[in-house]
């Protein structure tokens, strides 16, 4: 038995959400950028260049009851306008998404635990689990995406299905790559791409100082008075900061 889903998430898997119904194709763009050239006497010659950034479409629907096409179940259901203000969010954040197109193949004789793998943390950890638990891996498409284009409109004669078409566009995580000059020779210091948000708040807990919040979120704890000046705490109250209290962060 096989069963493929679609998972969108955004910061680092924070916000995740399986698509309610997976669409009847998904369209994925390949292309390059080569450039045709005239020669004389020779006639039309093309270079091959580095290629294009991948791009996926997907049309389906958020509908509005439990069809029995319907991939997620009832307690994992959202409403059609749940979905599009998720996504108009993801949009206006400036920041990717992770796309997931996973498929997984079960073995006749294995049940799938439907309540487990309605959440979609869960379901992408049994896509990828090991062999010993009867579960193989069949298919899977896993990119960080920027959001291109969405459009919706609320289909005539349903009891308010959404249709969506959505236009993704792979994303490539750059920065600015910090060197070192090790005996003579100069080496970059490659550091993992992160998906997650910066945050722009923090909640004092027991046990804090300004300096271990500025060593933890900005990763230089002398920044501490940043955090200090921002936020106008005296002096008086840095041995003792207020639990519960929330401050901001430059």
Do not use: H
């Not at 119904?21 to 998904?26: G, I, R």
């Not at 390949?30 to 004389?40: A, N």
């Not at 943390?121 to 010993?132: A, H, M, T």
């Not at 106008?232 to 901001?248: A, F, H, M, T």
């Amino acid at each position: 038995m096989e069963e493929y889903g679609i998972f969108l998430g955004f910061n680092n898997q924070e916000d995740a959400i399986r698509l309610p119904v997976n669409p009847e194709t998904l369209e994925i763009k390949e292309s390059g950028d080569g450039e045709s050239y005239t020669i004389i006497d020779l006639g039309e010659i093309n270079t091959i260049a580095y290629p294009k950034l991948t791009e996926i479409t997907i049309e389906s629907i958020f509908p509005a009851q439990r069809y029995p096409f319907v991939l997620v179940q009832e307690d994992g259901l959202k409403r059609p306008f749940e979905y599009v203000e998720l996504i108009k969010k993801w949009m206006r954040s400036r920041r990717p998404i992770r796309f997931v197109f996973s498929g997984v193949r079960y073995p006749d004789d294995t049940k799938k635990d439907e309540k487990k793998l309605n959440k979609p943390q869960k379901w992408l950890e049994e896509s990828s689990i090991s062999e010993d638990r009867s579960l193989e891996i069949d298919f899977a498409v896993n990119m960080a995406m920027s959001i291109e284009g969405f459009t919706w409109k609320l289909s005539a004669g349903t009891s308010g299905d959404i249709e969506y078409s959505l236009s993704l566009k792979k994303y490539v995580f750059y920065q600015a790559v910090a060197v070192k000059v090790v005996k003579g020779e100069v080496k970059a210091e490659q550091k993992r791409a992160n998906e997650k948000a910066k945050p722009t708040t923090y909640t004092l807990k027991a046990g804090d100082s300004l300096w271990s919040i500025a060593q933890k979120n900005l990763g230089d704890g002398s920044k501490y008075k940043v955090i200090q000046k921002l936020n106008g705490i005296p002096d008086s109250e840095l041995k003792k900061l207020p639990i519960g209290k929330v401050i901001k962060l430059p």
